[in-house]
């Protein structure tokens, strides 16, 4: 189906614009920090619960090969928020943020 909306996300007290899509998107090979969410829209406006953060260089293998598909579609996965971020050190750096703060169920 591919991007539904986009959704922004804070961290570190910084906030973050992600590209929301669905889960059956066929995502390039770009550089993002990346979240699987169980996506919920009331009175028109989205909320996101966060299952599993992760970062990587390639988005499209990362995400078609995920070894935690089956984790957070128990817990209602819907989503994938992408943030498009080049350089690896600032993209673990955002990850070990988010991870500290949000503390997702998948990511273990």
């Not at 889960?23 to 550089?31: I, L, R």
């Not at 009175?43 to 293998?61: C, F, N, P, Q, V």
Request: proline share 2%.
């Amino acid at each position: 189906m591919g991007k539904i909306a986009t959704a922004t996300f804070s961290a570190g007290g910084k906030d973050y614009s992600f590209n929301a899509y669905t889960t059956d998107t066929d995502f390039n090979e770009v550089s993002a920090v990346y979240i699987f969410t169980e996506r919920t829209v009331k009175d028109g406006k989205g909320s996101h619960r966060y299952l599993y953060i992760g970062e990587t260089e390639a988005l499209g293998s990362r995400i078609a090969n995920h070894e935690k598909w089956e984790c957070v579609d128990d817990k209602g996965c819907n989503c994938v928020c992408v943030h498009q971020v080049k350089e690896k050190a600032a993209r673990e750096a955002l990850e070990k943020i988010f991870l500290k703060e949000k503390n997702p169920p998948c990511n273990d």
